[in-house]
């Protein structure tokens, strides 16, 4: 079983940059794949990024691609979401979420998937 902790919202200006972190502890981090949901209000959930910490693979999502890097530090057991070039339908609350062990990134390329293990929201607010 792993928790997750998700720090790193906050309110930007379009075009600005946030930077997210999603820090694992409980189990071995290695075999989890990692990544971030986002919901905004009257949306479904959707997956934004995922990294498969075993190989370091990486998905993003069609809105994330170009603008956001996942990357993973294996001795702080952290996942960092770097958003850039940021856009007001980016504001959402963030999730982070894990699936494993031995998962990959194949659920977040879902809506509304319901990955193994979530960490508590972290509102990103965008004004135009």
């Known amino acids: 079983e792993v928790q997750l902790q998700a720090s790193g919202g906050g309110l930007v200006q379009a075009g600005g940059s946030l930077r997210l972190s999603c820090a694992a502890s409980g189990s071995r981090f290695e075999d989890y794949a990692i990544g971030w949901f986002r919901q905004a209000p009257g949306k479904e959930r959707e997956g934004v990024s995922c990294i498969r910490n075993s190989d370091g693979r990486t998905w993003y999502s069609d809105s994330a691609k170009g603008r956001f890097t996942i990357s993973s530090d294996n001795a702080k057991n952290t996942v960092y979401l770097r958003m850039n070039s940021l856009k007001f339908e980016d504001t959402a609350v963030y999730y982070c979420?894990?699936?494993?062990?031995?998962?990959?990134?194949?659920?977040?390329?879902?809506?509304?998937?319901?990955?193994?293990?979530w960490g508590q929201g972290t509102q990103v607010t965008v004004s135009s």
């Open positions: 979420a894990a699936d494993g062990p031995y998962g990959g990134c194949g659920g977040f390329r879902r809506e509304g998937y319901e990955a193994d293990y």
